[in-house]
């Protein structure tokens, strides 16, 4: 028998949930089991939690369904655990170094309790000095074991379910489990703290708990916060029907009304139905309080007070009045100019238009990316939604035929952006855009990240001195209702570097649809109209922006590769659209600069293989399945200065090079197109390619625009059973 089972729900928490299961194999008492509890085979999480399985057979999977929620997962869990004691471990949270040899030796000394209680750390998401709450609750308790009555104030009721752990073998004496529904470690505390007779506290920090930066999810709005007073009265019904002792009672009552009137005084988390959680309240305050009750003092008291009495009318005007003024005023928009202001306030105050959408990308460049794929595939699907793309005015005469058009800070503008249901970018519209209530704001992203994103960028001066002040970032990101993601390190990417509490969707990349609609015949028509000689193979060059250098470099002697390769080969150059200055591009008739042509896709179509450094566009172009080398002459500074998600030479899509003599060497030996090169390419598309599969424009339409609800959309075409665009010289012959 392990002396530990610590079991981790993992269900909203993929982002972080590695980091919670390696905190747990990399302590250095190594006697227990790890039961992490997914919610689907198929999750990421699963995916997540089936590699640390691979790695130490300590891992042992369990599964519980979504509909079972907190309370369901953790009680998998406990059936399937065989420990000793059993610990419980949010996916995002952590054990601090040495916590398990903390307990045992804890353990050791006090014998067998009950439940041992212990301190947490909370730690802000973003800045902040961390807290811990507990140890001011635990500071007064004996030094040893010792009894409910020692130490009345001492309950689970203000102590999270997973700042304790507890005896197996009294839980399931006691048939102890968590009840269902939300708040369930208030129901779960009460009813332990019912049942247990021998406790015991380690007076040092144990578990590391990340503070939401959208805050708890019980703290959002709803009608789960009804659920409180559910497991309130739970716990004062056991506690009536055991009798408990009025030295035990008043402390526990006490703390389970604290909880509710926290919920009472915040408005905002029950939209509907305040006076009739009020009410039941009252009922349960006025039904248990138990004799000789006497309520704290201050403010709180005076809540005890109106709570008892009834008057809900009292209590609501002591909530403040000014709550929903100071909403207001954080409201104000405030773009550039009086005249502006005063016009953008004016078309606030109209209706939103059900039938408008608004689309933007790269910051106005152009009719581009996935803001463009779903305005053309939402003009077949949702012909009744009018679009209106934003774009700056010398982009205007770039635009096709027939789309319709705003030039950004015009007066049409901030007329579209007041009155639009529908805001699509694949950036961020500026920060004076409102979030109005019914909008709907879908954030498209424009690549896979490899390099560190939003606040994690934060850790490296050079990016995080370009980026500016992440609030305002983050405010921006508070608009979103739907974030894109084109594979499963997006979406646990996505959630550290932007966390809100926007809907992720899991469906892939617009733009890249047309990587498996495509055709041979569109292949050599977008080959002829970017003037590549027909018979030669062509090599797209798309190096990424530095952050640290000022300007355009490519970084590779394009006409010495050119003369090394011979006139079988073409290079396409594309510089990363930050320059849009060409004189430092070279002259050449085998170099073809292809910058400024507005669609990357149209470019990846007319490329038989890809040399790139750590440019997001091997991700898209991997769709193709055609041969990619990386050219990675500067991986060592750009990974100390930038930052990156995850090691990509050592996962590469292709052969690798760290020299123009290398890369020369990679094509004269036909590594590039050989079978080694196709298993890493394969090995990369599998764990990339995953959601792109040519229906992701439709994906999105039905959710966002037509707004299908989440299980009617299909999910995408397993990577088996997709045919990409046919390539225009076939490279095996070329190797």
């Not at 290079?571 to 320059?579: D, G, I, K, T, W």
Request: glycine share 6%.
């Amino acid at each position: 028998m392990p002396r530990f089972s610590i079991i981790v729900p993992t269900h909203e928490a993929v982002g972080r949930l590695s980091q919670a299961l390696d905190s747990v194999l990399a302590q250095s008492f190594g006697d227990f089991e790890l039961i992490p509890v997914c919610d689907a085979p198929d999750s990421l999480a699963a995916s997540v939690v089936a590699g640390h399985a691979g790695r130490d057979s300590r891992v042992l999977p369990a599964q519980s369904p979504p509909s079972a929620g907190l309370a369901g997962a953790r009680n998998a869990g406990m059936r399937a655990a065989g420990g000793a004691y059993v610990l419980f471990l949010d996916g995002d949270d952590v054990l601090v170094p040495g916590a398990l040899a903390a307990l045992d030796a804890r353990l050791d000394e006090t014998g067998d309790v009950d439940v041992l209680y212990f301190e947490h750390e909370r730690t802000h998401w973003w800045k902040g000095e961390p807290s811990n709450p507990a140890a001011a609750l635990l500071a007064g308790t004996p030094a040893g074991v010792f009894s409910p009555l020692q130490a009345p104030r001492v309950t689970g009721v203000q102590l999270p379910a997973w700042s304790a752990a507890y005896r197996r073998a009294f839980l399931t004496a006691q048939e102890l489990t968590f009840p269902d529904g939300h708040f369930t470690d208030v129901g779960f505390g009460g009813l332990v703290t019912l049942r247990a007779e021998r406790l015991a506290v380690l007076r040092s920090v144990v578990v590391r708990h990340l503070l939401r930066r959208q805050g708890s999810r019980l703290e959002r709005p709803g009608e789960h916060h009804m659920e409180l007073l559910d497991q309130t009265e739970l716990v004062l019904t056991r506690a009536a029907r055991q009798r408990l002792a009025r030295e035990r009672s008043g402390p526990l009552f006490e703390q389970l009304f604290a909880a509710v009137l926290r919920t009472a005084a915040h408005p905002e988390r029950l939209p509907r139905r305040r006076r009739a959680f009020f009410r039941r309240a009252s009922r349960l305050y006025r039904r248990h309080r138990p004799a000789g009750f006497r309520p704290p003092g201050g403010s709180l008291g005076v809540q005890h007070r109106l709570l008892a009495a009834r008057a809900y009318t009292v209590f609501r005007a002591l909530r403040g009045a000014n709550r929903a003024a100071a909403r207001a005023l954080q409201r104000v928009p405030r773009p550039r100019g009086l005249r502006t202001r005063l016009l953008y306030r004016r078309e606030l105050r109209r209706p939103i238009d059900p039938n408008l959408a608004v689309y933007c990308a790269y910051w106005g460049r152009g009719y581009a990316c996935n803001p463009a794929a779903i305005h053309a595939r939402a003009q077949e699907l949702a012909p009744h939604i009018r679009s209106v793309f934003l774009v700056e005015p010398e982009a205007v005469a770039t635009l096709p035929q027939g789309v319709d058009h705003a030039v950004i800070g015009s007066r049409r503008y901030w007329e579209v952006l007041a009155r639009a249901k529908y805001l699509i970018n694949n950036a961020n519209f500026e920060g004076a855009v409102v979030k109005r209530p019914g909008s709907v704001h879908l954030s498209t992203q424009h690549g896979t990240p490899l390099k560190k994103m939003g606040v994690e960028q934060a850790e490296y001066p050079v990016v995080a001195a370009a980026t500016g002040s992440f609030d305002r970032l983050l405010s921006r990101v508070d608009r979103w209702d739907y974030n894109l993601s084109s594979n499963r390190l997006s979406t646990e990417v996505w959630e550290r570097s932007f966390p809100s509490s926007y809907e992720m969707l899991e469906y892939g990349y617009p733009r890249n649809d047309v990587y498996y609609t495509a055709s041979a015949a569109d292949v050599r028509r977008v080959r002829a109209r970017l003037g590549v000689p027909e018979g030669r193979v062509a090599l797209l060059y798309a190096p990424t922006h530095r952050d640290y250098q000022a300007d355009f470099t490519t970084r590779l002697d394009l006409r010495a590769l050119c003369d090394a390769l011979g006139d079988d080969f073409v290079v396409l150059l594309r510089a990363h659209y930050f320059y849009d200055d060409d004189r430092a591009r070279p002259r050449d008739e085998r170099v073809i600069d292809v910058t400024g042509h507005r669609s990357s896709e149209d470019v990846c179509l007319a490329a038989d293989a890809l040399i790139t450094d750590y440019s997001s566009i091997v991700f898209d172009y991997a769709n193709l399945d055609r041969p990619i080398v990386v050219y990675a002459d500067d991986w060592d500074v750009y990974r100390e200065t930038r930052g990156v998600t995850f090691d990509f030479l050592g996962s590469p899509p292709g052969p690798v090079a760290r020299s123009a003599e290398e890369l020369a060497d990679v094509f004269r030996s036909g590594r590039w197109a050989g079978a080694e090169a196709a298993g890493l390419r394969a090995r990369f598309r599998a764990r990339f390619c995953e959601f792109d599969d040519g229906r992701a424009a439709e994906r999105v339409v039905r959710r966002v625009l037509l707004g299908e609800p989440a299980q009617a959309i299909e999910p995408p075409l397993p990577l088996a059973y997709r045919t990409p665009a046919p390539a225009a010289v076939t490279t095996a012959s070329r190797s």
